[in-house]
């Protein structure tokens, strides 16, 4: 795996307050998603990615450029989408645009041609002309998510990327995220709360508690259960059903979701389901392999932290 983003024992305080702990991280191609509570360190982590802030120990690399006195260098080749609003008062949206392509050196009509290609690849369509300023909360996602890839960049840090939008244009967003990655060959971290957003298009996982890296995984990995287990949708009352599971002496639960997840079944688990189906006389609405909750993996993190910090 070819690693985009490499830190070795990377230590930022502000005061007495240690921000991040002691951080060592390897981030490869795909996308990550880099995940954790409020005040877990996402924030200062990133900025130290774009150097915008000094580390008070340790070292690293970014698209193998030293962290150290390469500031302006690596941001030449990130881009970056903040979560908060950073527009200039009084530009349209493809003046905008053209602006961050004129900084990044696409000069003159250039920077104009490449500004509306990247605003139609974004869907941003005849509000491109209008004053940003007279933009909704998701039109101004759309065109801080354009003036981040208008360099053309090989590593994009998104920060809370589909917040504000609705959910076609979230899934329009996803779906231009994931294509980066996969057909243009990018690598991104998206830093967000919206673990759907996780699962739909994440290859690996990060999180954050304190600090302090708790997790690092494939997502594959992480939802794959410790054991075997299949979840069962039923079009019917649970009760009967969940008889026949336990007379053949196996553990169940019953998720958020309301579906049943069924452990200890052996090779012969869709037989045997479908026998507890007609024993009971409830009918199959869904039937798989079952996978860990994101959320639970979540939760899981930050209690380990809570435990060991104590």
Same mark, same amino acid.
């Given at each position: 795996m070819d690693t985009t983003v490499r830190l070795n024992g990377v230590t930022k305080k502000y005061g007495r307050l240690v921000a991040l702990d002691q951080i060592s991280l390897a981030i490869g191609t795909g996308v990550t998603g880099l995940l954790g509570p409020n005040g877990a360190g996402k924030t200062t982590l990133i900025k130290v990615l774009l150097g915008l802030v000094r580390t008070s120990h340790g070292d690293g690399q970014v698209l193998g450029i030293p962290l150290r006195g390469n500031a302006r260098k690596i941001r030449a080749r990130v881009g970056y989408m903040p979560e908060d609003d950073c527009y200039i008062a009084g530009l349209s949206g493809v003046e905008l645009v053209q602006f961050m392509a004129q900084l990044s050196g696409q000069k003159g009509v250039e920077g104009l041609r490449r500004a509306h290609e990247i605003l139609d690849y974004c869907d941003i369509r005849q509000e491109r002309y209008r004053d940003v300023a007279t933009y909704s909360t998701g039109m101004r996602q759309k065109l801080k998510f354009a003036q981040a890839i208008i360099h053309d960049p090989p590593l994009l840090i998104l920060d809370e990327p589909t917040a504000g939008l609705d959910p076609e244009e979230r899934l329009a967003m996803l779906n231009r995220i994931r294509s980066l990655s996969t057909v243009a060959g990018k690598a991104v971290l998206i830093s967000t709360h919206i673990l759907p957003d996780v699962r739909t298009i994440c290859d690996d996982v990060v999180i954050? /508690?304190?600090? #302090?890296?708790? /997790?690092?995984? #494939?997502?594959a990995v992480l939802s794959r259960p410790t054991t075997p287990a299949y979840s069962v949708r039923l079009a019917g009352p649970v009760e009967p059903f969940r008889q026949c599971v336990e007379a053949d002496g196996l553990e169940w639960k019953m998720d958020r979701d309301g579906a049943l997840t069924i452990h200890g079944l052996g090779e012969d688990a869709t037989d045997r389901i479908w026998r507890w189906s007609r024993e009971s006389g409830v009918d199959l609405r869904h039937?798989?392999?079952?996978?860990n909750s994101l959320e639970d993996v979540f939760l899981r993190a930050i209690r380990e932290s809570a435990v060991a910090d104590s």
């Open positions: 954050m /508690v304190n600090g #302090r890296i708790r /997790v690092v995984e #494939r997502l039937l798989a392999p079952a996978t």
